[in-house]
């Protein structure tokens, strides 16, 4: 094994343990949240030292890196399933590319892209290419920075009925990320995200929002306490340099 492989070897099980005592401090299960390895900054020799580690869920955020990355694991003999989500502002022009590639969509921003990304899916699913609706998540820009994207929790409150009637998406969660620099507002911005989820559940209980993704490199304990069920983790799971406090 690689320096470099026993190195993230090492990390995961550090991470896996702080996910775990988080989890167990609030009161939920182990299995309660999956760890996601955000490998937009890393190559394919990372990724495949990440899967001997033990991850199988990676995310990337820009179109190109996500099918370069399938491209560059699909010559691998002998792979475990993984699964790759798309975290990053995506574009119209690029929905094509990860329809049906990203198992998840994080980053479904607006209206305007919720809608997009379902007339493609509809029209790929008419055509047989695409066997069900995209599963997406909402963003929210729950800390209302102005250089965060999302939908403001208003704008999702009012347009709710609206994303229900889109067929070619499957809305499974909410997805959001806190500023950062500061655990204490990081925290209120995780206890806002779940705080929406569950007022519109309860206004709409047909809707399935299951899914929490939230809490980055240096707030996901934070995250798990306050209800995520995925941490999306870049630097902590492949800079053996950054370090975990
Ligand atoms: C880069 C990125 C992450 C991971 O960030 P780290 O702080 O390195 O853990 C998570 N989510 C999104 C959307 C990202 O772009």
Redesign the pocket.
Known sequence: MSGYEEQIKRRREEIVARVEAALERSGRSHDAARIMA?S?TVDVPEVLAAISAGYRLF?E?RPQELVRKLEGLAGEANLPEVRFDM??NLQTNKINAVLGRACCI??ISSLHLARAVSSRAERRMASGELAAAQDVLLEVNVSGEASKSGFSPDELRAGLDELRSYRGIHVIGLMT?APQGDKNIARKTFVGLRELRDELVARCPELELGELSCG???DFEEALEEGSTLV?????VFSPSFELK
């Open positions: 955000v937009k995310g955020n975290i990053g994080h980053s990320m980055m490199s240096e999306r983790l870049g630097r902590v």
